[in-house]
């Protein structure tokens, strides 16, 4: 039973938001680690993705039957009652929520309650389901994370904040798009109107073209900006370039297009890997905190 209601809270995806967390986190913190709020800003984050997942599941049962990759879930098999998943998602999130309220900072906080409400609300229970735009609203929730990860350390949004929203918002579209291309028939048998299915898989492909092309300079104004370095400049002009060759490949892969969709999507992985592993390490201290240093 503890498996299952884990399962519920879907961990590869907490995971894959901690990541992004660490990687805001530090990128504000340059150098200067307080373990505390690292751990409450990790734990907070977790908690609150968690019931976000849990939400999602109760919403989605109903398609994700008709789903190969989900048929088998825990809510639609039956294992885990409706209930005690709703309760839970309850108690995730709020416990999520004060700890980075008293753990970190309000901003923190209601950045988190932003992010699960469009998750949530705007994105599992509308959009998802009524609008091709679904993806890109989606994307705005799944930019949270390292942006509450970065301001729980600076306490307000600012440049650093916005560019990390966009890095992270226009990487998913490529990413979902991709997903949508090699599940196709999933999402056209659970009538999901994502672009691939609505639009034509060629369409997407135009799309993920832009999108990576605007991924690509969102990301190196982290180093424009003064807030990472050099070394971080050059992987993330080398990844962001190396996806965009991928994407153009697509055009010449019209008769597998299930294999072009599967390494794009494995390489875009790879790609917001590197740089949240880039922007932890090669940040950027301002001018005055270097004097101050040296004096």
Same mark, same amino acid.
């Given at each position: 039973?503890?498996?299952?209601?884990?399962?519920?809270?879907?961990?590869?995806?907490?995971? @894959?938001?901690?990541?992004?967390?660490?990687? @805001?986190?530090?990128?504000?913190?340059?150098?200067?680690?307080?373990?505390?709020?690292?751990?409450?800003?990790?734990? @907070?984050?977790?908690?609150?993705?968690?019931?976000?997942?849990?939400?999602?599941?109760?919403?989605?049962?109903?398609?994700?039957?008709?789903?190969?990759? !989900?048929?088998?879930?825990?809510?639609?098999?039956?294992?885990? +009652?409706?209930?005690?998943?709703?309760?839970?998602?309850?108690?995730?999130?709020?416990?999520?929520?004060?700890?980075?309220?008293?753990?970190?900072?309000?901003?923190?906080?209601?950045?988190?309650?932003?992010?699960?409400?469009?998750?949530?609300?705007?994105?599992?229970?509308?959009?998802?389901?009524?609008?091709?735009?679904? !993806?890109?609203?989606?994307?705005?929730?799944?930019?949270?994370?390292?942006?509450?990860?970065?301001?729980? *350390?600076?306490?307000?949004?600012? !440049?650093?904040?916005?560019?990390?929203?966009?890095?992270? #918002?226009?990487?998913?579209?490529?990413?979902?798009?991709?997903?949508?291309?090699?599940?196709?028939?999933?999402?056209?048998?659970?009538?999901?109107?994502?672009?691939?299915?609505?639009?034509?898989?060629? *369409?997407?492909?135009?799309?993920?073209?832009?999108?990576?092309?605007?991924?690509?300079?969102?990301?190196?104004?982290? +180093?424009? @900006?003064?807030?990472?370095?050099?070394?971080?400049?050059?992987?993330?002009?080398?990844? #962001?370039?190396?996806?965009?060759?991928?994407?153009?490949?697509?055009?010449?892969?019209?008769?597998?297009?299930?294999?072009?969709?599967?390494?794009?999507?494995?390489? #875009?992985?790879? !790609?917001?890997?590197?740089?949240?592993?880039?922007? +932890?390490?090669?940040?950027?201290?301002?001018?005055?905190? *270097?004097?101050?240093?040296?004096?």
């Amino acid at each position: 039973m503890i498996k299952s209601y884990l399962q519920v809270t879907k961990p590869g995806i907490i995971v @894959g938001n901690l990541i992004s967390v660490v990687g @805001g986190f530090l990128l504000a913190a340059k150098g200067h680690m307080d373990h505390m709020l690292f751990a409450y800003t990790l734990v @907070g984050v977790s908690l609150v993705v968690a019931s976000g997942c849990a939400f999602n599941n109760l919403i989605d049962r109903d398609i994700d039957r008709k789903m190969e990759r !989900t048929k088998n879930r825990v809510l639609v098999k039956g294992l885990v +009652s409706v209930q005690v998943t709703f309760a839970l998602a309850i108690a995730l999130g709020i416990l999520g929520f004060a700890i980075l309220y008293f753990g970190a900072n309000a901003l923190a906080m209601w950045l988190a309650v932003m992010g699960f409400m469009v998750y949530v609300f705007v994105y599992s229970l509308y959009m998802k389901r009524h609008s091709v735009y679904g !993806t890109l609203i989606g994307s705005l929730s799944g930019a949270a994370p390292p942006v509450i990860g970065y301001c729980a *350390v600076s306490n307000e949004f600012d !440049t650093g904040a916005l560019i990390l929203l966009a890095i992270f #918002s226009l990487w998913q579209m490529p990413h979902s798009y991709a997903i949508a291309i090699f599940r196709f028939k999933d999402y056209q048998a659970a009538n999901i109107p994502v672009l691939p299915v609505v639009k034509g898989i060629a *369409v997407a492909k135009h799309h993920i073209l832009l999108y990576i092309i605007a991924f690509m300079f969102a990301a190196l104004m982290l +180093s424009i @900006g003064g807030y990472a370095g050099y070394k971080y400049l050059v992987v993330a002009t080398t990844v #962001s370039i190396w996806w965009l060759c991928m994407a153009l490949s697509g055009y010449k892969a019209e008769n597998n297009d299930y294999v072009w969709a599967r390494k794009l999507f494995v390489f #875009s992985i790879i !790609t917001i890997f590197t740089l949240n592993i880039m922007m +932890s390490i090669d940040f950027m201290v301002p001018a005055h905190a *270097v004097v101050s240093l040296t004096n």
